[in-house]
Structures are given as C-alpha cells and as structure tokens.
C-alpha cells in the first residue's frame, strides 16, 4: 500500500532526524514536490529550523545525506528548503498497482476517517407548488456527492429530503386551480404533474396583480387546511399527487436517491410542541397579540453590537407556525429516528441567517446535539437573464434543461459517427449518460459557496475540464484493454516503468486518494473533480506519448497494461462517487 511506503519514508527521515540532531518529532507530513522531476514525495524543514535555530537549506542538506537509502527510497536529494525523495519503480507502482486492483470490490479512493458516524444528508426539499428548476439540480448534485463521499470515507449515511407540501405557497397553486382550472389535469393540459401545478402558481401571481384580494382567500385557505377541513385537505392532496408523480420521474432520471423522505405537513406541529415547552421554560415570549418569539443575541450574526438582540417569530398573531417553527420539529426528530452523530442540511446560501437562527434557537431550548448540525450552504446559479425567478415563471427549468442538453450531446455524439454506425437506440442511450455528467460535473466543479454561471455548451465539451472529458479518457482506457485478451496479469515486473509520465500518472492516482477523503473532511466535491481532471489529462498525455499494446517489449507491455487498468478504475470509482456514470465505449 502506498501508505507502507510514506511510512517506511517517514520512518527513515525520523531516525536520520533523531541520529543527526537528537530530536524527534511528533509527526512528518510528506508533500508533493511543485515539480514530478523532482521526486515523488518532499519534506519541508521549516519546522526543524525553528526548533534548531538553523537555515532549512541547510538542514535539507544535512539530511540529504544522513538519509540513507533503502529498498524503497531509491533517491535522496535536498532543493531549497526541501529534501525529495525518489522511490524505485517496483515499490512505487507495485504497491499503487496492486493496491487499485486489489480493491476492486471496495475502492482505492475509500478511507476510514468517518468510521462509525452515522451522518444525515438532507437535501434538495422541493417546494409542491412548482417544478424542479436549475438550482435544484446543483443541489441535487451536491447531495448525491456528499453522500458518495461520505459512504467512501466510511460514514454510514442517510439520505433525507424533506418535502414543503404546506403552507400559504401551496395554498396559493391550490386557490388558483380552483378558481380558473375548471377542473383540468396534467393529463387534460398534456403536462408532468408538478408543471401543471406550477402553472397554477404562476397563474395566482398574475391574477393577484388584478385580485389583490385574493391574498386574504389563500390565507383563510391556509387557516382551513390546519383546521382539517376536508374540501381543503381533499384538493391538497390531489394536487400534491400531481406533482409527486412529476418529480418521481425527474428523481430517476437524475438517479436522485432518498433514504428517507419527510413531509413538513406531517412535522410541522412537532414544532409547536417546542414552541409550547420553550415558553413554558421561559425561552420565548408570547406578544400581545399573542404572537410567540424568541430574542436572540444579534453579536452571533455578526452583525450588531454586544448586547443587542434580534426577534425570531416562531407562532405568528394568527396561530399559525412560520417555516422555522417546522424546522425545530423536524432537526428534533431526525436525531431522534435515527442517533445521527452529524445532521447536514444542502440549502442554498440565502438560507444562511435561517439556519443560524434554527441553531441558535435549538441550544437556547437545551439540545446538546444542536453543535451536530450543519448547514452545507452553496451559492447561486446564475444565468444571462439574471437570477432564477420562480413566481414570474422565469426560470430554467430542470427537465427542460436536461433534455436541451440531451439533445445537445445527441448532436455531438452524432458528428463523431460520421459513418452512421451507432443504432439509433445506442444514440440515445449515449447522449442521456452524457448530458448527465455534464450537468453534474460543470455543478460540483466549483466550491459549494461560489456562485455559478451556468454553461450548457461549455459543459457538453468533450476537451477540458468537463465531464464528457473524463467519460472519454474512461472509455479510451477501456478501449486499449479490450484490445488484449487477457490483461490481468499476476505477475508483472514494474521495474519497467521509468517514464516520466508514468511518474505523473502514479503521482496523479495517489493525490486524488488523497483529493477523496479531504473532499468528504471539508464536504466539497471539487477537491475531487479536481483530481480526477488532472488524471485523465495526464493519462491523455500518456497515450499520445507512449506505446501501450503496441510496446515490443513483453516486460514494459505487461506493466503499462496493469497501469491503464488501474487508472480505468479509478476514474470509474471517481465519477461513481459524483454519482456519475461511465460508458464503455464513446
């Protein structure tokens, strides 16, 4: 394992340490050179330099010497600051090969550093009352990846959406279906279910600039409904119906997975009750117009003096409960089903100052695992018109995206078949799996918190930092693989390996192991698109450089064939834990 040989490293450079100054540090970190000539792996002195009041150069040169070689350490040499290291062919690729295609069934990019947690993602919560735009997508993305990685680094995770299928937005598509729907269908209008019901919604916006009044009629509408009143609660439920038969189908075609599924209508008086037993206790205040809140110190947002204090409502005047009061029940109750050590909520950045306050209010009510609870906040996504608006009906809708996109990569796969050999069927099938990536990759290519302007084209490519690009270098390695009968050697001499970019590539697979489980640690898949780019363009680099089947030398054959199988591997493990998939062929 590529962990023995850091250690046998970091064992050597220890002693020589201990036997050159008499000291003997904690831990060694070993690093990446800037430059793969240099080495496989440095170690800065900077650290010793201020425990010996000494030059790091010239500790790097002093122990350039004092290490000596072994039957892994192949090459000691001191540049600057550092000392590099060099390891002989056999151990490097030995240990790397062996260790990716002897895990096959697990995954080399797996590590244990959340071993026995049991962590919570909850993502995407749909609103019943539109569909899925693009935002949703990059949300989607994020929980899938999270989860992915997560699983990787041995958490065992549930995967959670909780549904708003109740409040005044609601009861607004539901008010305006009633009034001019004349009782027409998904069906009847030739619409998925939850764009028939969004219709309604935008529908409301437009008459209420004529009807102002309806707002009141939405209201008594949402009074009725926490009544029980059956005519109410009967339409709820057909038009809910609706719209989780039309996300059902958007849920599968992005391969969007749910452990469980909460529904704030079934939650939301779990709220209540802490609301009731946080007033009783003194948290909160009833107002005079027997709304119920809570003062928060404002220096927690960062925002007012010491001292100063911020009013959440938790109940409003009327009785009825705010999304907030929702949320207390439901952070409550997932703890509870399931002793979660960590509970992660994906809500986009404009949520920040709700969570904060969700948090802050659960520690004033006394629930130690209120410090478990995380908000994973990302940012927008931007388009040429500007930001995503839902009510106005100007927004880029998911499914409507993903099929411009599929018809898209439907084009391109089509001009790469410039002899019409592909069935019509293997076209299509093609084109969805890489439309697929493109959304997904493009989407966790960049930090969780940046915003994006979204690129369809951009994202379809089949050169750069894409998606299709990695899917191709995938399919390139299988190509070579497919070509030679029996690849899968037992016995290979990786002494034959002495190309500089068989050096890179060996560096590549090692950092993105590494690129894994720091991407889990700070929950940002794009450590890991990251990695897994600069791998398949150094391997691209390789295959027009070096000779794989076409090698004359038995020996170097052998070798080279063992490594292109370990990188198809790896890449294929690496899309799967973005929750993207690969093709064989392209």
């Known amino acids: ?23 003997k540090l904690a831990e060694l970190e070993l690093d990446f050179p800037p430059d793969i000539k240099l080495g496989d792996f440095s170690f800065g002195c900077f650290g010793l330099a201020g425990a010996l009041k000494k030059s790091p150069i010239a500790i790097a040169e002093e122990l350039a010497s004092a290490v000596g070689k072994n039957s892994v350490i192949k090459e000691i040499t001191a540049t600057g600051s550092y000392l ?15 260790q990716i295609v002897g895990t096959e069934k ?68 539901m008010l305006a279906w009633q009034k001019w729907g004349n009782n027409s269908t998904p069906q009847s209008f030739g619409m998925k279910g939850d764009h028939f019901v969004g219709h309604w919604y935008v529908e409301y916006s437009k008459q209420q600039s004529i009807h102002p009044e309806i707002e009141e009629e939405a209201r008594e509408m949402l009074r009725k409904w926490e009544e029980g009143d059956p005519g109410v609660r009967k339409l709820w439920e057909q038009m809910n119906a609706w719209v989780y038969d039309g996300f059902n189908e958007t849920f599968k075609k992005l391969n969007l997975q749910f452990d469980k599924i909460y529904y704030e209508s079934e939650t939301y008086n779990l709220g209540k009750d802490l609301v009731d037993s946080g007033l009783k206790k003194g948290v909160f205040k009833k107002e005079e117009n027997g709304a119920i809140t809570a003062l928060l110190p404002a220096e927690i947002f960062g925002t007012e003096k010491d001292g100063a204090l911020k009013k959440a409502t938790l109940i409003r005047a009327d009785g009825t409960s705010v999304y907030l009061t929702q949320d207390l029940g439901t952070a409550k109750l997932k703890i509870d089903e399931n002793n979660l050590t960590q509970s992660i909520y994906v809500v986009g950045s404009e949520q920040d100052y709700h969570f904060m306050v969700l948090f802050q209010i659960l520690k004033m009510l006394g629930f130690s695992w209120a410090d478990k609870l995380f908000h994973l906040s990302y940012g927008m996504v931007y388009l040429p018109e500007g930001k995503m608006k839902s009510r106005e009906g100007i927004i880029v809708d998911a499914d409507d995206l993903v099929s411009h996109m599929i018809e898209m990569a439907e084009h391109e796969i089509k001009s790469r078949d410039k002899d019409g050999e592909l069935p019509r069927e293997e076209v299509l099938t093609r084109s969805k799996v890489v439309a697929d990536a493109a959304i997904k990759y493009y989407l966790l290519q960049y930090n969780p918190r940046q915003d994006i302007h979204f690129d369809p084209k951009a994202s379809l490519s089949f050169e750069g930092n894409t998606g299709p690009y990695c899917q191709y270098t995938y399919a390139r390695a299988k190509s070579i693989l497919s070509k030679v009968d029996n690849y899968k050697y037992t016995e290979v001499d990786y002494s034959a390996l002495v190309e500089l970019e068989e050096r890179i590539l060996a560096n590549r697979l090692i950092d993105l192991r590494e690129k ?13 698109v990251a990695g897994l780019f600069e791998l398949c363009k150094a391997f691209n680099q390789y295959y027009h450089k070096h000779q794989v089947i076409g090698e004359n030398d038995e020996k170097t054959k052998k070798a080279r064939l063992m490594l292109v199988r370990a990188i198809s591997l790896v890449i294929k493990q690496s899309l799967s834990l973005l929750n993207i998939k690969v093709l064989e062929k392209m």
Request: charged share 15%.
């Open 1 to 23: 394992m590529i962990e023995n040989i850091k250690k046998q490293i970091t064992d050597s450079l220890q002693s020589a340490i201990y036997k050159t100054y008499q000291i």
């Open 84 to 98: 590099n290291f060099r390891v002989n062919e056999s151990s490097l690729f030995g240990a790397l090969i062996n």
């Open 516 to 528: 894994a489980a720091k991407s889990a640690s700070e929950l940002n898949p794009a450590q890991l």
């Open 106 to 173: 697990r995954n080399f990019l797996q590590s244990q550093q959340n071993q026995g947690e049991i962590i919570m993602v909850e993502y995407l919560s749909p609103n019943t009352n539109k569909p899925l735009h693009l935002g949703h997508l990059r949300n989607g993305a994020l929980g899938m990846a999270i989860s992915g990685l997560l699983e990787n680094s041995g958490a065992s995770v549930v995967k959670a959406n909780l549904i708003n299928d109740r409040g005044i937005h609601i009861c607004k598509s």
